[in-house]
Nanobody
Framework: QVQLVESGGGSVQAGGSLRLSCAVSGFTIRYCMAWFRQAPGKEREGIARIYIGSGTSYYSNSVKGRFTISQDNAKNTLYLQMNSLIPDDTAMYYC?????????????????WGQGTQVTVSS
């Protein structure tokens, strides 16, 4: 059974940092993984993705320069280091994975989702 389990969310003041983790079990990631987030009343937004083979990563403009996505293949774990957090970063954060038939850019084509972890940034 495939499982993606996020951890590391919480409440932090603006300017602070958090590190999210996503532990994957039940399959080996071979194509891409990503972090999405969804704030109340807003659509789910892809903010960072990484391609496993090349290690190439991409970021949305909203987080570029502040967030860093990384992977530990040995641990089958994905990370998101979040620095210089702002209140607009408040959202539920989801880990996602796709195989070659899917996409880590388009939430509709993600193959696997985690349950989400809440991040709240206060001013």
């Amino acid at each position: 059974q495939v499982q993606l389990v996020e951890s590391g969310g919480g409440s932090v003041q603006a300017g602070g940092s958090l590190r999210l983790s996503c532990a994957v079990s039940g399959f080996t990631i071979r194509y891409c993984m990503a972090w999405f987030r969804q704030a109340p009343g807003k659509e789910r937004e892809g903010i960072a993705r990484i391609y496993i083979g090349s290690g190439t990563s991409y970021y949305s403009n909203s987080v570029k320069g502040r967030f860093t996505i990384s992977q530990d293949n040995a641990k089958n774990t994905l990370y998101l280091q979040m620095n210089s957090l702002i209140p607009d970063d408040t959202a539920m954060y989801y880990c996602a994975a796709a195989d070659l038939s899917g996409s880590c850019q388009d939430s509709r084509r993600v193959r696997y989702w985690g349950q989400g972890t809440q991040v709240t940034v206060s001013s």
